[in-house]
Structure formats: C-alpha cells, structure tokens
C-alpha cells in the first residue's frame, strides 16, 4: 500500500525558513513525478512545485526563487526548502505522487508563518 508522509511543518517568523519532507512507501519511488500543494484557509488547494521522475522542476511564480524542491531516491523522499517565507505561504502543505492510474496524497503538515 502507497503512504505518503509529510513532515517539517511548523510556526516561522516572516522571514524565516522551514524544510518540508514527504517520505513515500510501497512505491518504486524514483519512477515517478513528485509535487507539493498547498491549501490555505478559504482557498482551493494550489499547486506549489514539482520534481520529475529525472529531476525537471517547476513552481508556482510565487515562490519562485524562495522554495527549491529535490529528491531523494535512494530514501524515497522529496524535501522542499522554503526560505523567505511571509505571511501568504500560510497552508497546510500536502505531497502527491502520480502514476498511471493512481495519485496518491499525504495527510498534509502545517506551516504558519507570523509576523
């Protein structure tokens, strides 16, 4: 069975940073293309970023340049830097794995950034 575990989740001044990590199990992770969403109070859940089976990323205009995502084969896990947060990255972070068929969530990690 395919579990995907977010973790790195936390309160953070504007300003500051947070790494996020989703750890994937019951899956040959390295097959597939990994992304990262959030969802804020009130709003739809977004896309954020994403890493390719062969490492192509891309990200929302956002966060480009503050959020860089990488992965892992080897520990079967996609980690997310996220430096220069404010006030608007405020959500709850969620993982998702896609592959023929089937996309898997995780459970979501919270990030609040204060002011």
């Known amino acids: 069975q395919v579990q995907l575990v977010e973790s790195g989740g936390g309160l953070v001044q504007n300003g500051g940073s947070l790494r996020l990590s989703c750890a994937a199990s019951?899956?040959?992770?390295?097959?597939?293309?990994v992304a990262w969403y959030r969802q804020a109070p009130g709003k739809q859940r977004e896309f954020v970023a994403r890493?390719?089976?062969?490492?192509?990323?891309n990200y929302l205009d956002s966060v480009k340049g503050r959020f860089t995502i990488s992965r892992d084969n080897a520990k079967n896990t996609v980690l997310l830097q996220m430096n220069s947060l404010n006030l608007e990255d405020t959500a709850v972070y969620y993982c998702k794995l896609s592959k023929p068929g089937a996309v898997y969530w995780g459970q979501g990690t919270q990030v609040t950034v204060s002011s």
């Open positions: 019951g899956i040959i992770f390295g097959a597939y293309g």
């Open positions: 890493v390719t089976s062969d490492g192509y990323t």
